[in-house]
T-cell receptor, first 112, second 111 residues
Framework: DAGVIQSPRHEVTEMGQEVTLRCKPI?????LFWYRQTMMRGLELLIY????????DSGMPEDRFSAKMPNASFSTLKIQPSEPRDSAVYFC??????????FGPGTRLTVT | KQEVTQIPAALSVPEGENLVLNCSFT??????LQWFRQDPGKGLTSLLL?????REQTSGRLNASLDKSSGRSTLYIAASQPGDSATYLC??????????FGDGTTLTVKP
C-alpha cells in the first residue's frame, strides 16, 4: 500500500481564496482524521470520520472550515475564505479501528 | 479537557546512551496512548500504541510504559543512535478517536 496520500504537498494562496486539501486514506481503513500543526498550537485534531460519517468536528476552528468524505477512499478539507492565520501544515491520518494512526506527509499551506 | 505535557521539550545525549522521554496527562480515563516520531518536515510515524488495559509495549530498542492511575507514560530508548534524532510526540485518546497530542520532545543524539 502506498500509505496515506495527500495533495497538494505545498499550497501558497492569497487571503480570501478558497483552498481545498485532499486525502486518500489507506485502503480498508475505517477512520480518517484531519489534523493541523503549527508552532504555536502544536498538533490539533480538526475532525474525524468513521465509515465516511463525521463523528466529531469540534476541533474545526470556524465555519470557514469544512470537511467531506464522499466515499471510503477520498476526503477533502476546504477553507473558504482563507486567512493568513490558517497557514500551517495539515495532516490527514487513517486507521483501522482506533488503533495505529497512519499519517500522510502533510500539506504545507501558506496564506499571504 | 485532556491536557498532555511532555518533558523535557528538548534533550541532547551522546550516542549509545539510554534515555527516557516523559508524557503526562490529566484525564486518566483514556482509550489508548500512542508514541509517534516526527522528522523535520515530515509526517508522523507511529512507534508504539498502548491500549488502556496494557502496561507496556516493546518494539526493538523502544519500550513504552503506561500508568493510568498516575497519568504518566514513558518512552525508553536503549542504546541511542544518531538516527534516533527526531521529535517524539505522545497522543492520548480519551474519547474513542479524539486524540490530544503533547508538544513533543526534540531529541538529538550526538555521534
Amino acid at each position: 500500500d502506498a500509505g496515506v496520500i495527500q495533495s497538494p504537498r505545498h499550497e501558497v494562496t492569497e487571503m480570501g481564496q478558497e483552498v481545498t486539501l485532499r486525502c486518500k486514506p489507506i485502503s480498508g481503513h475505517d477512520y480518517l482524521f484531519w489534523y493541523r500543526q503549527t508552532m504555536m498550537r502544536g498538533l490539533e485534531l480538526l475532525i474525524y470520520f468513521n465509515n465516511n460519517v463525521p463523528i466529531d468536528d469540534s476541533g474545526m476552528p470556524e465555519d470557514r472550515f469544512s470537511a467531506k468524505m464522499p466515499n471510503a477512499s477520498f476526503s477533502t478539507l476546504k477553507i473558504q475564505p482563507s486567512e493568513p492565520r490558517d497557514s500551517a501544515v495539515y495532516f490527514c491520518a487513517s486507521s483501522f479501528g482506533l488503533m495505529v494512526h497512519n499519517f500522510g506527509p502533510g500539506t504545507r499551506l501558506t496564506v499571504t | 479537557k485532556q491536557e498532555v505535557t511532555q518533558i523535557p521539550a528538548a534533550l541532547s545525549v551522546p550516542e549509545g546512551e539510554n534515555l527516557v522521554l516523559n508524557c503526562s496527562f490529566t484525564d486518566s480515563a483514556i482509550y489508548n496512548l500512542q508514541w509517534f516520531r516526527q522528522d523535520p518536515g515530515k509526517g508522523l510515524t507511529s512507534l508504539l500504541l498502548i491500549q488502556s488495559s496494557q502496561r507496556e509495549q516493546t518494539s526493538g530498542r523502544l519500550n513504552a510504559s503506561l500508568d493510568k492511575s498516575s497519568g504518566r507514560s514513558t518512552l525508553y530508548i536503549a542504546a541511542s543512535q544518531p538516527g534516533d534524532s527526531a521529535t517524539y510526540l505522545c497522543a492520548v485518546d480519551t474519547n474513542a478517536g479524539k486524540s490530544t497530542f503533547g508538544d513533543g520532545t526534540t531529541l538529538t543524539v550526538k555521534p
